[in-house]
């Protein structure tokens, strides 16, 4: 499925420091730098390891979580602290996290803007709660898109976060009905339209390039001629432009916006729909459909970053083979073996994956990882 020649030199994570991380207290590692198989029974702290991997690499966890649920149990602190090689040398990245937030430092100067730093090491994450983003409610499909959005440009990212303070404003005008201002409130109304404009215009953009990658992904991996497409339905119609119509809109509906309390049209009630034969996926997919669609979106995020960006992600996969049937797995280690990047993977049993190649294995129990015989270069 990839061809190494269109590769630039892939990131690579070479050590991992964690202290008092979820259920680790200490624990310095290195990886292959090819493929790693991190295994162990359940709640032994397989997904920790993963997500203290991810935390580094993009500065956050996997699920929104109070930075103080980070920490270990009883301490005051916790810290991860890795090296990343990349085509322009060796980074150092350190986080430090306490009950009052988050600090990070990347080689020995503290980052003060995450978002200036978001998709310096990219990363695909494979999770079994995937799934919901095709047979999930649409927020799931709206908050993926803009996460993929934000890693190729980290101007969306400000956007957003500019939109929904905008958003939370021109809501809170709404509701204050004996101070109510017309005139504050097309304030706001400018502000959403400006900012929801540019948010849907790069979704309907980032979509147009996504939807021949996926399409051709998941042909393939159904064996079917099923025709899959991605559809933007959005709250208003374009008709002056994508700003100037949402402005018109929600002048239009100030009234009945007024009766409800909250803003009801703009991007964040918009509907990112994955459709089989024309069918909305959310409603009509099978759960095998659902799968195969889930592993095709994340197979195309790949190919998107490598098209991108010119860069290989890391892959982090958390127990999802078990998650799949004797046909998507084998589409799924026909990917592994062909990837040219670095891989982390996490399953019950080592065996479950058949990996041939050259590896290093670690075994975790009760949020230690103890490694296992191995091939070559480890």
């Not at 935390?55 to 996997?62: N, Q």
């Not at 440009?153 to 939370?168: E, G, I, M, N, T």
């Not at 990837?339 to 982390?344: C, E, H, L, M, N």
Request: charged share 25%; aromatic share 10%; net charge positive.
């Amino acid at each position: 499925m990839f061809s190494t020649a269109y590769f630039r030199t892939p990131v690579i994570l070479q050590s991992l420091t964690i202290k008092n991380f979820r259920n680790y207290q200490e624990e310095l590692l290195t990886f292959h730098e090819c493929f790693n198989i991190i295994h162990g029974d359940n709640a032994q702290g397989k997904t920790n390891l993963l997500e203290a991997i991810h935390l580094l690499l993009t500065f956050r966890p996997f699920k929104q979580v109070r930075i103080e649920e980070l920490i270990s149990f009883g301490q005051l602190q916790g810290k991860i602290k890795g090296e990343v090689k990349t085509h322009s040398g060796l980074n150092e990245v350190y986080i430090l996290f306490t009950k009052s937030g988050k600090a990070v430092k990347l080689n020995g100067k503290v980052v003060y803007s995450l978002t200036k730093a978001l998709g310096r090491f990219n990363v695909v994450t494979f999770l079994p709660a995937d799934i919901d983003l095709v047979k999930g409610p649409p927020q799931n499909r709206r908050k993926y898109l803009d996460s993929i959005i934000c890693t190729f440009d980290p101007q969306h990212l400000l956007d957003l976060k500019s939109y929904y303070r905008a958003l939370s404003q021109r809501n809170a005008s709404l509701t204050k009905k004996d101070k109510f201002s017309r005139d504050t409130l097309e304030i706001w109304d400018s502000k959403v339209a400006e900012l929801g404009g540019k948010i849907i215009e790069r979704r309907i953009g980032f979509i147009k390039k996504l939807q021949p990658e996926i399409k051709a992904i998941y042909r393939s991996l159904s064996g079917s001629n099923s025709e899959m497409s991605i559809k933007y339905r959005s709250t208003f119609r374009f008709l002056s432009g994508i700003e100037g119509s949402l402005k018109n809109e929600l002048s239009s509906r100030i009234g009945r916006d007024v009766r409800l309390g909250h803003t009801s049209v703009g991007p964040h009630r918009d509907i990112i729909e994955f459709r089989i034969d024309g069918k909305d996926s959310s409603g009509f997919a099978s759960q095998g459909e659902a799968k195969t669609l889930a592993l095709a979106l994340k197979s195309a995020e790949i190919e998107m970053t490598r098209n991108l960006l010119d860069r290989v992600p890391i892959l982090l996969l958390d127990d999802v083979i078990s998650e799949l049937d004797e046909k998507r797995r084998n589409f799924l280690f026909e990917l592994l073996e062909g990837f040219p990047g670095q891989v982390f993977v996490t399953a019950t049993s080592a065996r479950e994956v058949h990996y041939k190649e050259s590896k290093k294995i670690f075994h975790i129990r009760a949020g230690r990882a103890y490694i296992e015989g191995s091939r070559l270069n480890v």
